[in-house]
């Protein structure tokens, strides 16, 4: 099998179950930007810093997968196979995130990205996170999306923020804080 189909050369491309749309579509727009958040996640992931949890995020990997695999397909093709994402996926989220926040100070103001290379990172993971999530909603109000998916990227995006404190704790580094003109 060849990597190039030639099949999109017009600007179309197939969804899963065979409908084509436009390149351009939202549903596209939306799962292309779970694969640009799922690229942030193996860049994180391959944070020395990150190491030891390079298997919840690669978890986390598999169901952005899971998740593209979802919104890739046309909601009216019910016949398509597919992985589902659980509620103990979020579940999982949050445990991560409850234990990385307990040896972390209290949050008392904004946190600015940056501070070290690798907490950078974990803020562009973030920020496509966060847009991923704006897009999937954009979709959500035009055709049938999973409630799933909407709030586990709402709850990746927390726990993103999350890993960003935690790895500036492991790195020994200060948390930037936004200090606002008065």
Partial sequence: MKIYTKTGDEGQTSLLGGTR?????VRIDAYGTVDELNSHIGMLKDQE??????EVLKEIQDRLFTIGADLATDPAKQNVKKPDLLESDIE??????????KPLPPLKSFILPGGHPSVSFGHLARTVCRRCERIVS??????EVSELVIKYLNRLSDYLF??????????NVNEITWNPRK
């Fill in 162 to 171: 999350v890993l960003c404190r935690k790895m500036a704790q492991e790195l």
């Fill in 21 to 25: 749309v436009p390149k351009f579509d």
């Fill in 138 to 143: 954009e979709l959500a109000a035009m055709e």
């Fill in 49 to 54: 810093v990150n190491w030891m949890r390079a």
């Fill in 92 to 101: 999982m989220l949050e445990k991560q995130i409850d234990e990385m926040e």
